[in-house]
Structure formats: structure tokens, C-alpha cells
């Protein structure tokens, strides 16, 4: 058996090397996306941001063909190559397109002790089948966000999956801050998620607040969500928190 999976990894590292493509598909080649004029799978999103935060959703999709085998190169697929001349490395990306997500404004909820404040609600769906299949076999891949101090940093909400026991939740929070001014760098949003743990009443005490500005990465996982469900993405906004009102004294 090890025998087996070494040289299929033998086999693959050679069929990597051998790719001559180096550039995602582009408009006008054979394989570029076709627009689906009549998609019927959706996955539908209801957001909650708070005015504080500033923050932009893209959806992408991807050219699926060989994902069900091993190895999995096809003709759908690209080479990047990094590192230098003697030591490199080089990995296949699946051929890919992206396309930004717009959201409907819903209303603003009300505010409520112990969340954010400027809470507005958004609603948006996303067309798992936005394009046709193809050759490539292109469906929905994942929802991204970028914030607007940094729109070339993206962070996954969620990975889609057409597994029906894939799915893990529909409900996607995430914590965002003010990083202070240094020196060096300007005050910078930033935001971390999905998170385990989002309580926001939690980061007004000062190490929990410092952990979250080290690492606002931290407490998260590869989230997944099947096609024809409804989910759920919040934002928190851990410096506009509506406080407790005080305690009545008897």
C-alpha cells in the first residue's frame, strides 16, 4: 500500500512539473465561465454590520473538474511556481473567477446592551450555479470579506460543499477592533472569524482584548455550508459596544 501511494506521488509531482499553463483562464478561451441565464441552486445570506465596520464581500468561483479523483491535475488547472532558482516549489490552482457580492439593505436593529452599536441588516443571494458548468465543471466555491483599510487581504466567511453531510453551521460571527497608531503604521481595522467565541462584553477587559489584536485569527476553522441554505454572517464591532446600563442599588 505505501508502495502504491508513493509512486502516485511520484507520479503527480512529475505530472505538476510537466504543466506548461501558468495563468488562470481569460476571457475569450474555450474554458472562460459562461454566464447561466436561468440558475436554480442559491444559498441565501441575511448580514448584520455595524456602521463601524467597513467591509466588502466577493464571491468565487472555480473550475471543479478532478476533485473527485487522485491525483487531480486536468486541463483546468495552472501552475504557480515560488521560491527561487534552486529551491522552489510547484502547486496546481484550479482555474477561477471572482465576482463581488451586493448586498440589499433590510433595515437596522435596534440597540441593544452588550452588542454593537448601528447595527444594519442585509440580505444577498448567491447563485451556486451562476455560471454554467462547462467543460471545467464551475460552481461556487466561497464567500470572502476584505476590509477597506486592507481590500487585498481576503478572509474566508465560509467554503461551499455539495456534500449533504458536509455542512458544519449556518451561522458565521466574526469580532472586529481598531488596532492603535504606531509609528511605524496608521490605526487599522481589523477583524478575525468565524469564531468559537464571540462574546463582545469579553474584550472590554484589557488581555482579552490584547490576545484578540495578536492573533484575530485565533478560535477559528474552515467552515463549510451545503447548497440550498439559508446562513446567517454577523459582525461585531468590539469598540462600539452599547453598554450594560448600571445596577440598581436597594
Known sequence: MLKVVLLLMIAFALLVHSYKRTANVIPGEADYPIRNSHPINFITATFQIP??????????????????????PSDCHYAVRTGGEQEYSISLKEYWKSDS????????????????????????????????????HWQFDRLVYALEDDPSKEIP???????????THNLFRFLCAKRDATRETRQQE?????????????????????????????????????????????????????????????
Open 51 to 72: 456602521i463601524s465596520v467597513h467591509v466588502k464581500f466577493t464571491q468565487y468561483y472555480v473550475g471543479t473538474l478532478g476533485r473527485e479523483t487522485y491525483p487531480k
Open 101 to 136: 457580492l451586493n448586498l440589499t439593505l433590510q433595515g437596522n436593529l435596534a440597540d441593544e446592551a452588550g452588542h454593537s452599536k448601528g447595527i444594519k441588516t442585509y440580505s444577498a443571494s448567491i447563485p451556486v450555479d451562476r455560471y454554467e458548468a462547462g467543460r471545467c
Open 157 to 167: 466567511v465560509f467554503h461551499y460543499t455539495n456534500d449533504v453531510y458536509g455542512g
Open 190 to 250: 481589523i477583524c478575525g472569524g468565524p469564531r468559537v467565541e464571540y462574546a463582545t462584553w469579553r474584550y472590554q477587559r484589557l488581555e482579552d482584548r490584547n490576545a484578540f489584536l495578536n492573533d484575530p485569527q485565533a478560535y477559528v476553522g474552515r467552515e463549510a455550508v451545503v447548497d440550498a441554505e439559508t446562513v446567517a454572517i454577523e459582525f461585531h464591532d468590539i469598540d462600539n459596544v452599547v453598554p450594560f446600563p448600571p445596577p440598581i442599588l436597594y
